[in-house]
C-alpha cells in the first residue's frame, strides 16, 4: 500500500531496567545478556549507555505511588481524608525505597504517607495496599476483606490479578509491568483511568478492552 | 502637435490611475501577507501547543509506567498532521522514549532547552518550527514532549499570495486604464479640445471659432467658458477696430483728394499769376527801356533816376516772378533720375559766375568728379542756388573761398558747399529754408528768398534731405543728401 519512502516509521526507546541482583548474582548474567541482545535486534535503537537505571525496588515503589495518580476513589472514606496512605501489608520488599520515593511529594493535593500492616483489617484508611508475595497463601482472605474497605490492591505476586487482585506487578524481560483486574476495581467501587489501562499488559474484566 | 497632447495627457492620467491603485493594491497586499503570516505563525503555534498538550496528557501514564510502545502509538496519531514532520518524548533527564518521524531524515537535531519555570517553549527556525514542552504529572515535570513543523504552508501561502496579488494587480491595472479611459472623455477630452482651439486661434488668427462646452460643471467647464468669452470680447474689439480703421482710412482718402483738388487750383493760380503778372511788367520794360533810349538826355537828373529806379524795381519783379515759377515747377515736375556729375555742374557754374564778374578774387575748390544719381535739371537748380549764395554772400569779402565736396554720414553720401562769407546766425538756421524768410536785407545781399525753398523742396522729392551750418562772419556750409531713389514720390509733396 505505501512504498518504502513514504512509510511512516514509529521507533521507541525502551528505558531499561537493571535488576539490582544483577551485581550481586553473576551468573545470572548471561541469560540476562541473551536477552539484551534479542531486545537490541528487535527494537532497533536501543539505549544502554545508562550504567545505573533504577533498581526493580524502585520501580516497583515508583509504580506503587504512581497508581494513585490515575485511581478515583468514589468512598467517601477516602474521599474525605487529607492524606493518601499507602500501605504495605506483610513483609515489606521495599524498605526505605518507598518512604524515600513518595517522601514530600502529593497526590491531588493530598501527603502521601507509608504505613507498614500486619494485618489487613488495619487497612481500613488506606487508599492502596500492597500485599506482600508471602502473603499469597493467605491471598483469599485478604482480597475479601479489602474488597469492603475499598482500597486499590497491588501485590508483584504472580497471576495477582487473576485471581481477584486489582493491580498486578509483573516482570516482562527486564521491565516491570502490570495487568489490572478492573471488575475488582469496580467492586471496590475504584474508577480507574484509561489512561493507566492503556499501559497495562493485561486488562481483566468484562468492560476490558480486547477481553 | 495635437496627438502628441493627447497621448501626454492621457498617458498622465492612466499611468497615475494605474500608479495610485497598483501602489494602494501592493500595500493592501503586503499589509494582508504580514497579518495572514503573523496569524498563520500564532495559529501554527496555537494548534502544535494544542497537539503537545494532548500528548503531553495522553503520555503521562506511558512515561510513568515505562511503557513506550503506548507513548509511541500517541505519537503515531500525528500523522493526521501533515505538518508536523517529526515528534518526540523525552524523559525527564532528557533521554529519548518514544519517537515519531514523518519521513526519514526528519529527525531534530538540536532541542532547544527548556529554561526553569517554562513549561512550553516555541521557536521558529528556518523552515520550521519547535515546539517543547513539560509533561507533567501532578504538576511535576516527568518528561518533555516536542514537534517540529515544517513551514512550507508558509512557502505555499506566500505563493498563493503572490499569485492572488498578481493577478488582482493585472485585473486591477486594466480597471484602472478602462476607468481612465472613460474618465478621458470628462477631463482629458475638453483640456484637448481647449488647447487646439487656442492653437488654431493663435495660428489662424481667427476669433470665431468656440470650444464645445461641457455638460459638467468643474473648473475646467469655468475655464472653457472664460475662453470663449475672452475669445468673444477679442472678437468684438476686432469688429470696432476694423470700423474705426476703415472710417479713417476713408476720411483719409477723402482729405487726401480735397488736398489734391485745392493744391492743384493753387498751382494752377500761381502759374497763371506769374504768367498773367509777366505781361504787365514786360510791358513796363520795354516802355521804360524805350524812354531810356530817346529821352534820356532830355530829362532832368532826377527824372533820370527815377526811370533807373523803376527798371530796377521791374527787374526785381520778373526775377521774383521767375523765381516762383521755379519754384511752382519744381513742385509739379516728376523726378527722372540718372547719372550727373555735380562737380561739373558747380565748375560750370562757376565759370559763369566769374564771366558775370570778373574782377571778384575768389578761389573755388571742387573735386575731379563728384557723381550722384538724381534728376539733371533739379540738381543744376539745386547747385546753381547754393553756389549763387556762397557768391552772392562772399561778395562784401576781398578775398573769398567756396568749396563744393562730398562727405560721409551714417553711410550715406552727403554733398556741401562751403563758404567763408558773412555767415548767419545758427539760431535762425531752420527759417533759411521757409519761402520769402530772409536774413540779411535786400539792400546788404538782393534776393528773393526762394532759393533755399526751392532747393529743400527739389532735396526732400529726391528723398533727401538738407540743413545748414552757419557762424556770422564766419562762413556757412549747406548739407544735402539725395536718398537712394527707391522710394521717390512720384506724385506731388506738399
Same mark, same amino acid.
Given at each position: 500500500?505505501k512504498?518504502?519512502?513514504q512509510?511512516?516509521?514509529v521507533r521507541?526507546?525502551?528505558?531499561?531496567v537493571r535488576?539490582?541482583?544483577?551485581?550481586?548474582?553473576?551468573?545470572?548474567?548471561?541469560?540476562?545478556?541473551?536477552h539484551?541482545?534479542?531486545?537490541?535486534?528487535l527494537?532497533g535503537?536501543f539505549?544502554?549507555s545508562?550504567s545505573?537505571?533504577?533498581?526493580?525496588?524502585?520501580?516497583?515503589?515508583?509504580y506503587?505511588?504512581?497508581?494513585?495518580?490515575?485511581?478515583?476513589?468514589?468512598?467517601?472514606?477516602?474521599?474525605? #481524608?487529607?492524606?493518601l496512605?499507602?500501605?504495605?501489608?506483610?513483609?515489606?520488599?521495599?524498605g526505605?525505597?518507598?518512604?524515600?520515593?513518595?517522601?514530600?511529594?502529593k497526590?491531588?493535593?493530598?501527603?502521601?504517607?507509608v504505613?507498614?500492616?500486619?494485618?489487613v483489617?488495619?487497612?481500613?484508611?488506606c487508599?492502596?495496599?500492597?500485599?506482600?508475595s508471602?502473603?499469597?497463601?493467605?491471598?483469599?482472605?485478604?482480597l475479601?476483606?479489602?474488597?469492603h474497605?475499598?482500597?486499590?490492591?497491588?501485590?508483584?505476586?504472580?497471576?495477582?490479578?487473576?485471581?481477584?487482585g486489582?493491580i498486578?506487578l509483573?516482570?516482562?524481560?527486564?521491565?516491570?509491568?502490570f495487568?489490572?483486574? #478492573?471488575?475488582?476495581?469496580?467492586?471496590?467501587?475504584?474508577?480507574?483511568s484509561?489512561e493507566?489501562?492503556?499501559?497495562?499488559?493485561?486488562?481483566?474484566?468484562?468492560?476490558?478492552?480486547?477481553? | 502637435?495635437?496627438?502628441?497632447?493627447r497621448?501626454? +495627457?492621457?498617458?498622465?492620467?492612466?499611468?497615475?490611475?494605474?500608479?495610485?491603485s497598483?501602489?494602494?493594491?501592493?500595500?493592501?497586499?503586503?499589509?494582508f501577507?504580514?497579518?495572514?503570516?503573523i496569524?498563520?505563525?500564532?495559529?501554527?503555534?496555537?494548534t502544535?501547543?494544542?497537539?503537545?498538550?494532548?500528548?503531553?496528557?495522553?503520555?503521562?501514564?506511558?512515561?510513568?509506567?515505562?511503557?513506550?510502545?503506548?507513548?509511541?502509538?500517541t505519537l503515531?496519531?500525528?500523522?493526521?498532521?501533515?505538518?508536523?514532520?517529526?515528534?518526540? +518524548?523525552?524523559?525527564?533527564?532528557?533521554?529519548?522514549?518514544?519517537?515519531?518521524?514523518?519521513?526519514?531524515?526528519?529527525?531534530?537535531?538540536?532541542l532547544?532547552?527548556?529554561?526553569?519555570?517554562?513549561?512550553?517553549?516555541?521557536?521558529?527556525g528556518?523552515?520550521?518550527?519547535?515546539?517543547?514542552?513539560?509533561?507533567?504529572?501532578?504538576?511535576k515535570?516527568?518528561?518533555?514532549?516536542?514537534l517540529?513543523a515544517?513551514l512550507?504552508? +508558509?512557502?505555499?501561502?506566500?505563493k498563493?499570495?503572490?499569485?492572488?496579488?498578481?493577478?488582482?494587480?493585472?485585473?486591477?491595472?486594466?480597471?484602472?486604464?478602462?476607468?481612465?479611459?472613460?474618465?478621458?472623455?470628462?477631463v482629458?477630452?475638453?483640456?484637448?479640445?481647449?488647447?487646439?482651439?487656442?492653437?488654431?486661434?493663435?495660428?489662424?488668427?481667427n476669433?470665431?471659432?468656440?470650444?464645445?462646452?461641457t455638460r459638467?460643471?468643474?473648473?475646467?467647464?469655468?475655464?472653457?467658458?472664460?475662453?470663449?468669452?475672452? $475669445?468673444?470680447?477679442?472678437?468684438q474689439?476686432?469688429?470696432?477696430?476694423?470700423?474705426?480703421?476703415?472710417?479713417?482710412?476713408?476720411?483719409?482718402?477723402e482729405?487726401?483728394?480735397?488736398?489734391e483738388?485745392?493744391?492743384?487750383?493753387?498751382?494752377?493760380?500761381?502759374?497763371?499769376?506769374?504768367?498773367?503778372?509777366?505781361a504787365? #511788367?514786360d510791358?513796363?520794360?520795354g516802355?521804360s527801356?524805350v524812354?531810356?533810349?530817346?529821352?534820356?538826355e532830355?530829362?532832368?537828373?532826377t527824372?533820370?533816376?527815377?526811370?533807373?529806379n523803376?527798371?530796377?524795381?521791374?527787374?526785381?519783379?520778373?526775377?521774383?516772378?521767375?523765381?516762383?515759377?521755379?519754384?511752382?515747377?519744381?513742385t509739379?515736375?516728376?523726378?527722372?533720375r540718372?547719372?550727373?556729375?555735380?562737380?561739373?555742374?558747380?565748375?560750370?557754374?562757376?565759370?559763369?559766375?566769374f564771366?558775370?564778374?570778373?574782377?571778384?578774387?575768389v578761389?573755388?575748390?571742387a573735386?575731379?568728379?563728384?557723381?550722384?544719381?538724381?534728376?539733371?535739371r533739379?540738381?543744376?537748380?539745386?547747385m546753381?542756388? $547754393?553756389l549763387?549764395?556762397?557768391?552772392?554772400?562772399?561778395?562784401?569779402?576781398?578775398?573769398?573761398?567756396?568749396?563744393?565736396?562730398?562727405?560721409?554720414?551714417?553711410?550715406?553720401?552727403?554733398?556741401?558747399v562751403?563758404?567763408?562769407?558773412?555767415?548767419?546766425?545758427p539760431?535762425?538756421?531752420?527759417?533759411?529754408?521757409?519761402p520769402?524768410?530772409?536774413l540779411?536785407?535786400?539792400a546788404e545781399?538782393?534776393?528773393?528768398?526762394?532759393?533755399l525753398?526751392?532747393?529743400?523742396?527739389?532735396?526732400?522729392?529726391?528723398?533727401?534731405?538738407?540743413?545748414?551750418?552757419?557762424?556770422?562772419?564766419?562762413?556757412?556750409?549747406?548739407?544735402?543728401?539725395?536718398?537712394s531713389?527707391?522710394n521717390?514720390?512720384?506724385?506731388?509733396?506738399?
Amino acid at each position: 500500500m505505501k512504498t518504502r519512502g513514504q512509510s511512516r516509521t514509529v521507533r521507541w526507546v525502551g528505558g531499561v531496567v537493571r535488576k539490582h541482583v544483577q551485581r550481586r548474582v553473576p551468573f545470572q548474567l548471561q541469560p540476562y545478556a541473551i536477552h539484551l541482545v534479542i531486545l537490541i535486534l528487535l527494537s532497533g535503537v536501543f539505549s544502554w549507555s545508562q550504567s545505573s537505571g533504577p533498581t526493580e525496588t524502585q520501580v516497583k515503589a515508583a509504580y506503587l505511588y504512581n497508581f494513585g495518580k490515575f485511581v478515583t476513589w468514589q468512598t467517601d472514606r477516602v474521599v474525605t #481524608l487529607d492524606s493518601l496512605e499507602i500501605c504495605v501489608l506483610g513483609k515489606d520488599p521495599f524498605g526505605t525505597v518507598l518512604d524515600s520515593t513518595v517522601a514530600g511529594d502529593k497526590i491531588g493535593g493530598k501527603k502521601i504517607i507509608v504505613r507498614r500492616l500486619a494485618k489487613v483489617e488495619e487497612a481500613n484508611s488506606c487508599g492502596i495496599l500492597f500485599i506482600a508475595s508471602p502473603e499469597q497463601k493467605r491471598l483469599g482472605a485478604i482480597l475479601t476483606a479489602a474488597r469492603h474497605l475499598d482500597v486499590l490492591t497491588v501485590s508483584d505476586m504472580p497471576d495477582f490479578a487473576e485471581q481477584g487482585g486489582m493491580i498486578g506487578l509483573i516482570t516482562q524481560g527486564n521491565r516491570i509491568r502490570f495487568e489490572v483486574n #478492573l471488575d475488582a476495581a469496580e467492586q471496590s467501587h475504584l474508577a480507574l483511568s484509561s489512561e493507566l489501562l492503556k499501559v497495562a499488559t493485561r486488562v481483566i474484566g468484562k468492560g476490558a478492552p480486547g477481553s | 502637435m495635437a496627438i502628441e497632447y493627447r497621448q501626454s +495627457i492621457s498617458t498622465k492620467l492612466t499611468l497615475m490611475n494605474m500608479l495610485v491603485s497598483g501602489v494602494a493594491l501592493l500595500l493592501a497586499c503586503a499589509g494582508f501577507f504580514a497579518y495572514d503570516q503573523i496569524t498563520f505563525r500564532q495559529g501554527l503555534e496555537r494548534t502544535i501547543s494544542a497537539q503537545a498538550q494532548i500528548i503531553a496528557s495522553n503520555s503521562v501514564s506511558a512515561l510513568l509506567f515505562n511503557d513506550p510502545q503506548s507513548a509511541s502509538k500517541t505519537l503515531s496519531a500525528l500523522g493526521s498532521s501533515p505538518n508536523i514532520t517529526s515528534a518526540g +518524548i523525552l524523559t525527564i533527564d532528557r533521554r529519548p522514549f518514544a519517537q515519531y518521524t514523518r519521513e526519514t531524515g526528519d529527525e531534530v537535531v538540536n532541542l532547544p532547552p527548556l529554561q526553569t519555570s517554562e513549561v512550553e517553549l516555541c521557536k521558529f527556525g528556518s523552515g520550521h518550527v519547535i515546539l517543547v514542552r513539560e509533561i507533567l504529572s501532578d504538576e511535576k515535570p516527568i518528561g518533555f514532549v516536542y514537534l517540529q513543523a515544517d513551514l512550507r504552508e +508558509i512557502d505555499q501561502r506566500l505563493k498563493r499570495y503572490a499569485l492572488i496579488a498578481f493577478s488582482v494587480l493585472m485585473i486591477s491595472l486594466l480597471a484602472a486604464m478602462l476607468i481612465s479611459s472613460a474618465f478621458r472623455k470628462s477631463v482629458a477630452q475638453p483640456i484637448i479640445r481647449l488647447a487646439e482651439t487656442a492653437q488654431s486661434v493663435s495660428r489662424e488668427r481667427n476669433y470665431g471659432v468656440r470650444v464645445t462646452p461641457t455638460r459638467e460643471h468643474n473648473e475646467l467647464a469655468v475655464l472653457i467658458d472664460s475662453f470663449n468669452d475672452m $475669445l468673444t470680447q477679442i472678437q468684438q474689439r476686432d469688429n470696432a477696430l476694423q470700423k474705426a480703421h476703415d472710417e479713417l482710412e476713408e476720411r483719409v482718402s477723402e482729405r487726401t483728394r480735397e488736398l489734391e483738388s485745392s493744391n492743384r487750383e493753387l498751382e494752377a493760380f500761381s502759374y497763371s499769376v506769374s504768367h498773367d503778372l509777366r505781361a504787365p #511788367l514786360d510791358t513796363m520794360n520795354g516802355f521804360s527801356y524805350v524812354l531810356w533810349k530817346n529821352e534820356a538826355e532830355r530829362l532832368a537828373e532826377t527824372s533820370k533816376e527815377a526811370l533807373q529806379n523803376i527798371r530796377g524795381a521791374a527787374k526785381r519783379m520778373s526775377q521774383l516772378i521767375d523765381d516762383l515759377l521755379n519754384l511752382s515747377r519744381v513742385t509739379t515736375s516728376t523726378i527722372r533720375r540718372e547719372k550727373i556729375d555735380l562737380s561739373e555742374f558747380a565748375r560750370s557754374i562757376m565759370e559763369e559766375l566769374f564771366r558775370e564778374a570778373p574782377d571778384r578774387k575768389v578761389e573755388f575748390v571742387a573735386p575731379m568728379s563728384t557723381r550722384a544719381f538724381a534728376d539733371s535739371r533739379l540738381l543744376r537748380i539745386v547747385m546753381d542756388n $547754393l553756389l549763387r549764395n556762397a557768391w552772392k554772400y562772399t561778395s562784401h569779402h576781398d578775398h573769398a573761398r567756396i568749396e563744393f565736396g562730398e562727405a560721409s554720414k551714417n553711410s550715406q553720401t552727403v554733398f556741401f558747399v562751403k563758404d567763408d562769407g558773412s555767415g548767419f546766425d545758427p539760431r535762425s538756421a531752420n527759417r533759411l529754408f521757409q519761402p520769402f524768410q530772409r536774413l540779411h536785407s535786400t539792400a546788404e545781399f538782393p534776393g528773393s528768398g526762394v532759393g533755399l525753398a526751392t532747393v529743400r523742396r527739389i532735396v526732400q522729392k529726391h528723398g533727401g534731405e538738407v540743413w545748414a551750418e552757419g557762424v556770422v562772419e564766419k562762413g556757412a556750409t549747406f548739407y544735402f543728401t539725395l536718398g537712394s531713389g527707391r522710394n521717390d514720390s512720384s506724385g506731388r509733396t506738399i
